[in-house]
């Protein structure tokens, strides 16, 4: 079975700082991963996802991923965080052909003007 | 992408009754899946509901407690039932337009339970 784990639980940041969020996944297959966000009071909605290619994946409002196949590993970025990234972030595993998806336990990101 | 709604948006029950979610998406979709998501903690899926045939359960869930419909490939309904305050929580709503490689889920605006 196929698990997710993120590291942070919560983060603080001031605005300008920059950003980085821990993914680690299990499973021995060919993968899709994902991040998602969910705003306050929104619904969860795609950050950005990898599914071939360039490792280096690039989402909306300027974060980006990189898969690193070696570490099972799918870390999210950004240079300069702002107070409207303040979100719950999570961070999902898919494999070949399953249509759904498994979930990390989930990193709230709090940043503060 | 698909647009999902669910109704209701929330909901107060008291204990040993049941509640009805609708999930509507504004086109056909092959898969769709509902979720728990309790304060503080990740998604759960429960289930996928499959078009036509049984919902498919994820380990520690039963059809007698979450009965799931899905008459067609635009609707479906999760019930849970039996209700007590452990069910407190979001239930979501989730489609995949397909199942294939590279293909994301999108998630309706759940709905929170509430359980006396």
């Known amino acids: 079975a196929q698990s997710v784990s993120q590291h942070n639980h919560h983060v603080i940041l001031s605005e300008a700082a920059s950003l980085e969020l821990g993914c680690n996944y299990s499973y021995g297959g060919t993968v899709n991963l994902f991040w998602y966000v969910q705003y306050p009071g929104q619904h969860l909605q795609l950050l950005l996802k990898?599914?071939?290619?360039?490792?280096l994946v690039k989402g909306i409002k300027g974060f980006e991923a990189e898969f690193i196949k070696s570490k099972f590993s799918f870390n999210l970025r950004k240079p300069s965080v702002q107070w409207s990234d303040t979100a719950e972030y999570f961070c999902?595993?898919?494999?070949?052909?399953?249509?759904?998806?498994?979930f990390g336990d989930g990193t709230t990101l709090t940043v503060k003007p | 992408s698909a647009v999902i709604s669910q109704k209701p948006s929330r909901d107060i029950c008291q204990r040993g009754t049941s509640l009805t979610i609708q999930c509507q998406v504004d086109?056909?979709?092959?898969?769709m899946f509902w979720y728990r998501q309790q304060p503080g903690q990740s998604l759960t899926l429960i289930a996928t509901?499959?078009?036509?045939?049984?919902?498919?359960?994820e380990s520690g869930f039963v059809i007698d407690k979450f009965p799931i419909s899905r008459p067609n490939l635009t609707f479906s309904t999760l019930t849970v039932s039996n209700l007590s305050p452990e069910d407190s929580s979001i239930y979501l709503c989730?489609?995949?337009?397909?199942?294939?490689?590279?293909?994301?889920?999108?998630f309706g605006p759940g709905t929170r339970l509430t359980v006396t």
């Open positions: 999902a595993v898919k494999s070949t052909n399953a249509g759904k998806s498994t």
């Open positions: 509901a499959n078009q036509g045939s049984e919902a498919t359960y």
């Open positions: 989730s489609v995949a337009l397909t199942p294939g490689l590279g293909h994301e889920q999108y």
């Open positions: 086109s056909q979709v092959t898969m």
């Open positions: 990898y599914f071939s290619g360039d490792p």
